[in-house]
């Protein structure tokens, strides 16, 4: 039964989840372990541009891994008639911007997984493994979707994030300098979590979200930028009617990421472990080491673009 009366907790506007029929799942590495287990895969095809962490289901589970290098259109560079029947291939769906290209990779790759951590907006394709991880788009401790076509016999206990929080909280408070270390420990947190569903924060913070503005918001601040930018990027990207997570922005000038930040405009690294397994000549590499990806997310508008600009 639930309490009635006592001291009074965070009041959120419970709404609908974005994902509302998929698998709420507390990581997205948890749902990729998923998708291998229920699968039986014994082998994965992964980019050599990807973070880290999707390693760590796939090393618990001694699965054979074999990389795959992509062009300058983030595509795969690769024979899809190699696959076997018990090897997956993973491909990701960079920055929300490869929806086109996703529906077409579906018609021609068996056993495909669609890693959409980056394009949180993105509808499952038919038949299509898909996961996907809200906090890269939002401000939750925790969690993941899951679409999955096989279903695994097991029992999932509902996760608890409470103690995984404080950065959000700091953040909120104080500013984001201030929680940063949190935000790093909390990560930690995160390492070798069992496959949980997702907890009651999340789900709770994750019913509370304006997506309608949220979608608006990217897509204009996406567009601001690109307008005033195009011409200047190295990378030629179009938005295929996604949602962006950031605006990719490769640059010649390696000291704007550091300019940035002496302004307090913080930009992510796509990701460090790429520099660590590609050559310095290599694509992948250079996606790393160049591009800026600039924030372009429901947070902001006009000015803080035009600030953006300005310090460009």
């Known amino acids: ?57 796939i090393r618990k589970h001694q699965l054979e891994i074999e990389f795959y290098s992509i062009n300058e259109q983030l595509e795969p560079i690769f024979d899809f008639n190699v696959i076997e029947d018990k090897s997956a291939f993973l491909y990701v769906n960079y920055f929300g911007l490869k929806n086109l290209f996703v529906q077409t990779l579906c018609k021609k790759c068996k056993n495909l997984i669609i890693d959409n951590s980056q394009s949180f907006f993105s509808k499952p394709e038919y038949k299509t493994d898909t996961f996907y991880s809200p906090r890269k788009f939002f401000g939750v401790p925790d969690g993941a979707y ?68 949220a979608i608006q918001r990217r897509t204009e601040n996406y567009n601001f930028l690109d307008a005033a930018l195009a011409k200047f990027n190295n990378l030629r990207l179009s938005n295929d009617d996604g949602i962006p997570m950031v605006y990719p922005f490769w640059t010649n000038d390696p000291n704007i990421k550091e300019k940035l930040r002496k302004r307090q405009i913080y930009t992510a690294t796509y990701w460090e472990n790429v520099k660590r397994w590609c050559t310095n000549e290599s694509l992948e590499y250079q996606l790393t080491n160049e591009v800026v990806y600039l924030p372009i997310d429901q947070r902001y508008g006009k000015t803080e673009m035009e600030n953006i600009l300005k310090y460009i």
């Open 146 to 213: 899951l679409y999955c076509n096989k279903k695994l016999n097991i029992t999932l206990k509902i996760d608890q994030s409470w103690d995984r929080s404080s950065h959000l909280l700091k953040r909120l408070d104080i500013n984001a300098e201030f929680g940063f270390d949190n935000f790093k420990n909390n990560e930690l947190e995160l390492v070798n979590l069992d496959i949980k569903q997702m907890s009651n924060l999340s789900k709770a913070i994750l019913s509370s979200i304006n997506y309608k503005k």
């Open 1 to 57: 039964m639930k309490e009635i009366g006592g001291y009074f907790g965070l009041e959120l506007d419970r709404g609908m989840e974005f994902h509302k029929n998929a698998m709420p799942l507390n990581t997205g590495r948890n749902a990729l372990e998923y998708i291998l287990r229920a699968n039986n895969y014994d082998k994965i095809y992964l980019p050599f541009f990807i973070c880290e962490v999707v390693l760590e289901p």
